[in-house]
């Protein structure tokens, strides 16, 4: 029942999405940084995605998370800036940033969360990883989440 409750919040009104999403985070339980962020990429996993919504590497233009969800347009990068907005919102003393990616191995470039510096949120959709190393991918982009909200 939870899970068919995430996949239809994001077909519902602009209104009901925030409200739904205010309910998720504030019913998190904050106890391990790794059960938030397992809860946490099961929600977002299904957010329909569209090509691009977002630059990533240019926090001055990303939209606050009330706008992104109000807009209902989500892209590989904005998802994982969805994450991190989430947990801090959540709870604010969770180490959380925000990293782009350039992993060759894969042929990607991707922005993903890093939550209490070992959780990589959104290298692979749908899963937790662990930072690779600097031979198999590297970091041009780097930021606390808390610099970058508005």
Known sequence: MEQQLNNQAWYESPSKRLSMWRDFR???DQTNTLDVSKTV????????????????VN?????TPWEMLHQGNFCQ????????????YANPNIQNELLYVTCIGKSFQRLCALIDNKHLLNFDHGSIS???TEDICSVS???KIKNIIK
């Open 59 to 63: 926090p001055e233009q990303w939209p």
């Open 141 to 143: 982009y780097r930021t």
């Open 41 to 56: 990429v099961q929600w977002w996993q299904s957010a329909p995605l569209v090509n691009i919504s977002i630059d990533p």
């Open 77 to 88: 990068n904005s998802v994982a800036l969805g994450m991190a907005y989430t947990i801090y």
């Open 130 to 132: 662990t930072l690779p």
């Open 26 to 28: 504030n019913g998190l």
